[in-house]
């Protein structure tokens, strides 16, 4: 009697087993990657930290997590046309956008232009310059023996438009060779900031959130290109149309406008 129980206790463990076997292929494996849902966001570098404050209300608002890569928009359009797989493009002038539009990157009925900004010439905020913006200004006597910092004029949407306002006012000759060619506007910011540069050109919003630089002088609207912001989503998103509709709503152009942007042009 003993032995028959006994044989029949592994039989009773092995059909248990063999339940429970069926019931964990139903199961997901514990280890799986839960789809995080979270958008890739790609914008110019001046918009970090606007961007950032009005990600985390978008968040906030929808429970969708939002992550963000800043950089020079040409270099954030480059890595769009190379296969990096941003939910929305968000850049600091129409011809990083023509770009990618062009290529059919982006989901053309989702663009908007958003923003504007304004362009200015900044010193290290305990510089005693004082320069005045008009045709023939002394810029290049300004700088001394010094550089002026702006984004790189063949790529970075901040230095196309200095380019194109020192062109206007007669001071590009001598400033030409004179650069500093930042990767994007907050580094050239950073050269000033950190005394390493006399002067720079940044837009009026990267001024405002850094206390070592001061305005010198804003540049004349019809010295260059209209400062626009244009986002997309990319053609291959799912969700960035929806994220480019938050931007134009109330709360958040009440946060652009909080950090200094314009209304586009």
């Given at each position: 009697?003993?032995?028959?129980?006994?044989?029949?206790?592994?039989?009773?463990?092995?059909?248990?087993?063999?339940?429970?076997?069926?019931?964990?292929?139903?199961?997901?494996?514990?280890?799986?990657?839960?789809?995080?849902?979270?958008?890739?966001?790609?914008?110019?570098?001046?918009?970090?930290?606007?961007?950032?404050?009005?990600?985390?209300?978008?968040?906030?608002?929808?429970?969708?997590?939002?992550?963000?890569?800043?950089?020079?928009?040409?270099?954030?359009?480059?890595?769009?046309?190379?296969?990096?797989?941003?939910?929305?493009?968000?850049?600091?002038?129409?011809?990083?956008?023509?770009?990618?539009?062009?290529?059919?990157?982006?989901?053309?009925?989702?663009?908007?232009?958003?923003?504007?900004?304004?362009?200015?010439?900044?010193?290290?905020?305990?510089?005693?310059?004082?320069?005045?913006?008009?045709?023939?200004?002394?810029?290049?006597?300004?700088l001394g023996n010094?550089?002026?910092?702006?984004?790189?004029?063949?790529?970075?949407?901040a230095g196309r438009?200095?380019?194109?306002?020192?062109?206007?006012?007669?001071?590009?000759?001598?400033?030409?060779?004179?650069?500093?060619?930042?990767?994007?506007?907050?580094?050239?910011?950073?050269?000033?900031?950190?005394?390493?540069?006399?002067?720079?050109?940044?837009?009026?919003?990267?001024?405002?959130?850094?206390?070592?630089?001061?305005?010198?002088?804003?540049?004349?609207?019809?010295?260059?290109?209209?400062?626009?912001?244009?986002?997309?989503?990319?053609?291959?998103?799912?969700?960035?149309?929806?994220?480019?509709?938050?931007?134009?709503?109330?709360?958040?152009?009440?946060?652009?406008?909080?950090?200094?942007?314009?209304?586009?042009?």
């Amino acid at each position: 009697m003993e032995y028959s129980d006994a044989g029949r206790l592994p039989r009773a463990l092995l059909a248990l087993a063999l339940v429970w076997a069926g019931l964990s292929s139903l199961l997901p494996a514990a280890d799986a990657p839960a789809p995080s849902g979270k958008l890739l966001v790609f914008a110019a570098a001046s918009l970090t930290d606007v961007l950032t404050e009005i990600s985390a209300d978008y968040t906030s608002a929808t429970g969708r997590p939002v992550a963000l890569s800043f950089a020079a928009s040409s270099a954030l359009a480059k890595q769009i046309e190379a296969g990096a797989q941003a939910d929305v493009f968000f850049s600091a002038d129409t011809d990083w956008m023509d770009y990618l539009e062009q290529r059919k990157l982006i989901a053309s009925a989702t663009r908007t232009n958003v923003l504007g900004n304004r362009l200015v010439l900044i010193a290290p905020a305990d510089s005693a310059l004082a320069v005045k913006i008009e045709p023939g200004t002394a810029l290049c006597a300004a700088l001394g023996n010094g550089r002026l910092a702006t984004g790189d004029p063949d790529s970075v949407p901040a230095g196309r438009y200095a380019r194109a306002a020192l062109t206007t006012l007669g001071s590009w000759g001598c400033i030409a060779d004179r650069l500093v060619r930042a990767d994007n506007v907050r580094a050239a910011l950073a050269f000033v900031a950190r005394g390493e540069a006399p002067l720079g050109i940044v837009y009026r919003t990267d001024a405002l959130v850094e206390k070592k630089v001061r305005i010198l002088a804003v540049f004349p609207a019809g010295s260059h290109p209209p400062i626009t912001y244009p986002a997309a989503a990319t053609a291959s998103s799912t969700g960035g149309a929806g994220f480019i509709a938050y931007l134009k709503q109330p709360a958040a152009q009440a946060v652009f406008r909080k950090f200094g942007f314009d209304p586009p042009p």
